[in-house]
């Protein structure tokens, strides 16, 4: 798929204000791209097809996420907001013909993170998180963040997200919990060294 027809058939999915996020994560991802040395045509393709499902029914995406044998039903356990994810992830590649794993587990992991992100993953993770739209309570830091480390801006983000669930008692996903371990060990050994 080249990118223009991604980007017209992710048009046709998205409300305009979200096509506009969208134009935004790509700019920004292609930024951290350039700066950590990922590759350009993955991350973009990755970060235009992001949202893909993002205005699916919870029903519609959730018998998506059951009938892909490799996604886990867990995905359906953990509140709707991450349900778009891995549908997203399946739904791209059903219906666009998305084949390159990279982008997929990019699209996959976009909302939750995980631990053992690849470049790519950290990097759509990171620009869905810090694009400028966004005003989320101590986003300039995680921007900050992101400017010197993929990892220290990608723990900064986990940690906001983890914080914001957790004050409204809302679920976790465990694969934030431990994108966030993962991350904490891994700077923490980075700064005593
Ligand atoms: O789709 P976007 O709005 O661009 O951003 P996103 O894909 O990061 O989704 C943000 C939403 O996902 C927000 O409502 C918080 C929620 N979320 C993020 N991580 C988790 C989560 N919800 C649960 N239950 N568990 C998580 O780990
Ligand atoms: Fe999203
Ligand atoms: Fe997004």
Same mark, same amino acid.
């Given at each position: 798929m080249n990118e223009q027809r991604a980007f017209e058939a992710v048009k046709k999915q998205l409300k305009p204000a979200r096509y506009e996020h969208t134009l935004r994560v790509v700019e920004t991802a292609e930024e951290l791209a350039g700066k950590y040395h990922a590759r350009l045509e993955k991350v973009r393709l990755a970060a235009i097809l992001h949202d893909y499902a993002k205005y699916r029914p919870a029903s519609e995406m959730k018998d998506v996420i059951r009938s892909a %044998? /490799? #996604?886990? %039903? =867990? /995905?359906?356990?953990?509140? =709707?907001?991450? #349900?778009?994810a891995p549908a997203g992830a399946a739904l791209v590649r059903s219906e666009l013909g998305i084949t390159d794993e990279d982008v997929i587990r990019a699209i996959v992991y976009h909302t939750t993170g995980r631990a053992g992100m690849t470049l790519i993953e950290k990097i759509v993770f990171l620009a869905d998180y810090i694009e400028p739209g966004r005003k989320s309570p101590g986003i300039e830091s995680v921007r900050q963040a992101a400017d010197d480390s993929l990892d220290r801006g990608c723990l900064l983000a986990l940690a906001n997200t983890i914080g914001f669930l957790t004050s409204k008692k809302q679920p976790v996903f465990p694969d934030t919990f431990h994108a966030y371990n993962e991350l904490v060990k891994l700077t923490m050994r980075g700064l005593k060294s």
């Open positions: %044998d /490799w #996604l886990s %039903d =867990e /995905w359906c356990s953990y509140g =709707e907001a991450i #349900l778009h």
